[in-house]
């Protein structure tokens, strides 16, 4: 289930800072992960993806950190400018078995100038 | 390389009408993800097609909605006799085995 207090609905940060979303897996058996990034009016956009072997992986401006033992899983922007304002959501799957991606709760960024 | 493609974009019916959307994916991609999103919520996972056959539909409704993906031409996600409830915005995904999934731009149903 997922861990109390740690999946915010809203983050606002000031452009330039740093932001940090978090979320937290349902499956253990999941082995791969992926971050959307969805603006109002449209799909999902993917932004990166990381696999059960790995614990880190970057991307530009983004980094996804994966910590199997708690089931977590964070998304870090650097310096978060007003176009990454959007939804995110984190998502897990049991890939090599094809299933269906299942996403968890949202959080919406918002980034003022 | 046109991506997800979802038709249309919008779509209006009656109370107890029937709603066809379709969805052609990426070129090379062989499996079908429908998605539905309330607003304000997270996308929910309805089906999993694969070409003509449903491989997972455990988060479709058991009355009313069907999906089918035949051999030729686009997946199709069909409500029948649709209630103000199904209005949502309806998500296709797809993707190769073992590759990630590209989401095409929703059609966003209204029942009035």
């Known amino acids: 289930g997922e861990s109390v207090g740690l999946h915010l609905p809203t983050l606002s940060v000031q452009e330039g800072d740093n932001s940090i979303i978090n979320c937290a897996y349902s499956?253990?058996?999941?082995?791969?992960f992926i971050w959307y990034k969805q603006e109002s009016g449209k799909g999902p956009q993917f932004i990166i993806d990381?696999?059960?072997?790995?614990d880190k992986r970057q991307g530009q401006r983004v980094t996804v950190l994966l910590n199997k033992t708690v089931k977590h899983l964070s998304l870090q922007i650097a310096a978060t400018q007003p176009g990454d304002s959007a939804v995110y959501f984190c998502a897990e799957t049991i890939n090599q078995a094809g299933t269906a991606l299942i996403f968890g709760k949202g959080t919406t960024l918002s980034v003022s100038s | 390389n046109a991506g997800v493609m979802q038709n249309p974009r919008h779509l209006v019916r009656r109370r107890g009408q029937e709603a066809r959307l379709r969805c052609s994916p990426m070129?090379?991609?062989?499996?079908v993800y429908w998605y539905r999103q309330l607003p304000e919520e997270g996308l929910k996972f309805m089906v999993y097609?694969?070409?003509?056959?449903?491989?997972?539909e455990s988060g479709m409704p058991k009355e009313r909605f069907s999906a089918e993906f035949p051999k030729e031409g686009p997946s199709i996600l069909r409500i029948q006799q649709v209630v103000r409830g199904d209005s949502a915005a309806y998500f296709c995904?797809?993707?190769?085995?073992?590759?990630?999934?590209?989401f095409g731009s929703g059609t966003r149903l209204t029942v009035v």
């Open positions: 499956n253990s058996a999941s082995d791969y």
């Open positions: 995904a797809s993707s190769a085995q073992g590759a990630s999934y590209t």
């Open positions: 070129k090379g991609h062989s499996h």
């Open positions: 990381i696999r059960s072997n790995m």
């Open positions: 097609l694969q070409k003509e056959n449903i491989i997972d």
